[in-house]
């Protein structure tokens, strides 16, 4: 009981979170109210509930959902999470971000975003497989390479989206790689995207950086998260000459003010399921992490991490949120008060959903780049977004988040202004 409504309480925060984000930046910039009556609300909300055949052939029924918060733009687009934490407000406020993040970047989607409620860890690849493709059976009546393009997210990989897309491949009696992105190589992947999220987060900590005057090369660095954004972030870090002091997973997280080699811990956290225990390492906390000392601080998790509670002991002079909405608007201003250049999530992990766009266009017209051109073709993309978005904050004298909000929100209700309201 007490579980449920601590939930219940929490099932408010992402969506109130991202609808005040909005609201607040709505006023700023005078937007006509009918736009954000719109934007205030998800345009399509499915929920369904799947039985899967579990291994010992009990049957379980599993919830997910699938959320379109807009589509003004072009096709919405977003992850699909597995989690046992996953709540339709959280794939609401997740979707809604989607929106704002494909209109920072200027790519031509709206948002979407996708959960399934499971604890992966606890499941064999067989049920997994089968959750995923009922899932997919399900949800095939809204997405489509010219509707809603699901990718990974919060453990999800390119294995789960090649389930997805045969699922909805034998639906449609022919191949439709398009339906996905974060596919595997093979089956019309593209190359680069795997890295994607972590690579265009380190762009847009370069362009700060070279802001603020800080040299990378001998700069300390902590990431929250070890998974696929953590992980590769804080490997291209070391590599561009960073100390990697800290570093987390669920299970906790590991401290060494000298630093450590992060490619090391990822091998130690292959071997025994968690970063905790590498040797060198003293073992912390999540929340001691967050308010270790540093340069950069990568919040690379989940969100709600970043809080009113936290804001004030935080020492460092960027954040780079790989996560989406870790840092909550009341935390956004102590840390704007304090003179921390916040990287918000809208821009600084949109390098995923950039290639994602490419890997989309390569399917759809069966011509492959290399990871060359890739990366080429999303450091401008993501080099633009980032000067876009500073220059707005100039002008505003707001913090990155709020001018993010004011380029997305703009380029949104743009759209709006053209194709108007039907009928
Ligand atoms: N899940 C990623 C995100 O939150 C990628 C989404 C995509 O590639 O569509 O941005």
């Known amino acids: 009981m007490v579980t449920v409504e601590k939930k219940e309480t929490k099932h408010l925060d992402a969506w109130e979170m991202a609808v005040s984000q909005l609201e607040e930046v709505a006023e700023l910039i005078d937007l006509d109210p009918n736009i954000v009556e719109i934007l205030s609300k998800c345009k399509r909300e499915l929920t369904v509930n799947f039985p899967v055949r579990m291994d010992d052939q009990s049957v379980k029924v599993f919830t997910g959902f699938r959320i379109q918060h807009n589509d003004v733009r072009g096709p919405s687009k977003g992850g699909l999470r597995y989690a046992p934490s996953v709540y339709k407000g959280e794939v609401m ?34 049920e997994l497989e089968r959750m995923t493709r009922r899932f997919a059976s399900e949800i095939s009546i809204i997405i489509g390479p010219e509707k809603d393009i699901p990718a990974p997210d919060v453990y999800t990989n390119p294995q789960v989206m090649a389930w997805i897309m045969d699922t909805y491949s034998m639906i449609k009696g022919y191949s439709v790689p398009g339906v996905v992105t974060g596919k595997p190589i093979t089956l019309g992947g593209s190359l680069g995207r795997n890295e994607a999220t972590a690579t265009g987060c380190i762009y847009t900590i370069e362009d700060a950086a070279r802001k603020i005057g800080l040299n990378l090369k001998g700069s300390t660095a902590v990431v929250q998260g070890y998974g696929n954004a953590g992980a590769i972030a804080a490997r291209l870090l070391f590599e561009r000459g960073c100390k990697i002091i800290g570093v987390s997973d669920s299970r906790g997280g590991i401290f060494n003010p000298e630093g450590f080699d992060p490619n090391k811990v990822m091998d130690h956290k292959k071997e025994t399921g968690t970063v905790v225990g590498y040797p060198g390492t003293r073992k912390i906390t999540n929340s001691e992490l967050l308010e270790l000392e540093c340069d950069i601080l990568v919040p690379a998790a989940l969100e709600g991490v970043i809080t009113e509670e936290n804001a004030d002991n935080i020492k460092t002079k960027i954040v780079a949120e790989a996560a989406n909405g870790p840092t909550t608007p009341k935390a956004d201003k102590i840390l704007f008060r304090k003179g921390i250049m916040v990287i918000p999530d809208i821009l600084a992990n949109a390098g995923g959903v950039t290639v994602s766009y490419f890997e989309w266009v390569q399917s759809e017209t069966a011509l492959f780049w290399d990871e060359k051109e890739v990366n080429t073709k999303l450091r401008n993309i993501m080099d633009r977004a980032f000067n876009n978005v500073f220059e707005i904050r100039e002008e505003h004298k707001c913090n990155m988040r709020t001018a993010a909000y004011i380029l997305a929100i703009e380029r949104v209700s743009e759209a709006y202004k053209l194709r108007g309201i039907f009928p």
């Open 93 to 126: 406020a997740l979707a809604m971000w989607m929106t704002w993040k494909c209109a920072v970047v200027g790519i031509p989607y709206g948002g979407a975003k996708g959960g399934v409620i499971c604890n992966t860890k606890e499941m064999s690849m067989g």
